[in-house]
């Protein structure tokens, strides 16, 4: 393998690109991390034919060899995570405490779908015609396209190949570009794994190029993609002329509501783990704050003063809380929305500073506005930035109006020691994920994550319910 540049993974093999990307550190952009192989057209339609190839062999290899490759994967993320951990944090900004968590749930990924592989069950059934037997049964949908966002590039790179893998499917991933270390780190782990040539490749490249490739192909079976709403509509229309199976994560702009009754200390801590955890970059962050009059003084100054305590510098750090913004172009955008909230009317009442470190990176101190409304730009349009803002209102009723009056749906979450507010706000919030007293981010990697309206589309990721998007389903009539 050459030295310094990073290749593509295609049919089994390390394959040079047309072009190379210089992979730049957020934290410090003397960081060079590495070059990093660009895929062509050519180079992508290689790859589908290698999975269309590799697909058949991995569905005949057995479930010892699938649970064995999967388990295989899961141990060395998990044994690797901080040395890869410190790889991500460098590459996307994220603190160092972060990029280890991520590696380590993306092991648990691996194992949950290595146990899947040897639960799938099949069912039979009588038919309506007397003497005939009738088999339902699950198979591979066959070639996987994955589309991966910069801000969780090893999670949800490993909640997409894991379950298409565990299913019997082959893999064509390409990542974000900005973030193609991480990936490259995983498909390295993977290559090593005993898999068929072909079930698994990895080609790196802008989504204009190589995305766009995958996105119009007629050879693969179904794309899963997690990005931005732009992007996610684009892959809707494509995938759609060629009848793709499809499925989108994409934005949200998701609430927290505080209400009187809430246990403050809580409260705060929800806020500020959920709105500026990994720098305000995740689709789960709660951008609105949704506060009911009776103690939204003492929550606002009981936030600002956690605000203060919050550590913002290089994301490998020791006591670092908030890393480096991923890059230049979110940098400007999370700016731009800064000035935006200003010149819509919220005050801003902590934060917002760019900020000078040892290394040159992109630095912010997260932000905290009050005084808005919901039908603010700042509060309808996903910043994914560290920038919260408040919004006061009467009572639950006007939270609960407020918090799904968004084209978005991803998370909602509510903070109160009521089990009537709590038990009413579970029913009614139009979200995918509900959290009661705890943070809108954070979800488990067992169970379904997805969203409703904008956030969503095609059946849900992750857990038990994956199947739906990575098989399909066989039903075999049979007269003995
Ligand atoms: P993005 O839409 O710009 O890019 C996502 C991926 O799509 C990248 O790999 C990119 O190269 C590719 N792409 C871009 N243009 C393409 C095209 N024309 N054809 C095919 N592929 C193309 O999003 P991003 O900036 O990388 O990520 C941030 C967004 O991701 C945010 O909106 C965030 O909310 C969302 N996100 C959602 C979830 C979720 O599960 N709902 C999770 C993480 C991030």
Redesign the pocket.
Known sequence: MSESIFRNYIAGEWVEGTATVANISPADINDVIGHYAQADKAQTEAAIAAAIQGQEAWQKSGLEQRYSVLMAIGDELIARKDELGELLAREEGKTLAEGAGEIYRSGQFFHYYAAEVLRQMGESTDSVRPGVEIETRREPVGVVGI??????PTA?GAWKIAPALAFGNAVVW?????VPASAWALTEIISRQCLPAGTFNLVM????Q???V??NSRDINALT????????R??AA?TAVNLVKCQL????KNALVVLDDADLDNAVECAVNGAFGGTG????ASSRLIVTEGIHDRFVEAVKARMQKLVVGHPLKAGVHIGAVADAR?MEQNLEYLELAKREGGELVYGGEVLQEDTEGYYMQPALFTGTTNDMRINRE?A?APIACVIKVKDFEEALSTLNDTNFG?TGGICTQSLKYATEFKRRAKTGCVMINLPTAGTDYHVP???RKD??FGPR?QGAYAKEFYTVVKTTYMRA
């Open positions: 589309i991966t966002p910069w801000n969780f949800t390409k990542p974000a570009n900005q490249g802008p989504g204009s190589v995305g766009d995958l996105i993609f997690t990005g931005s709403l732009e992007t996610g684009k892959v494509a994560e994409m934005g949200s970059q995740k689709c789960t979110q996903e994914f991803l994550f997805g969203g956030s969503s990721e």
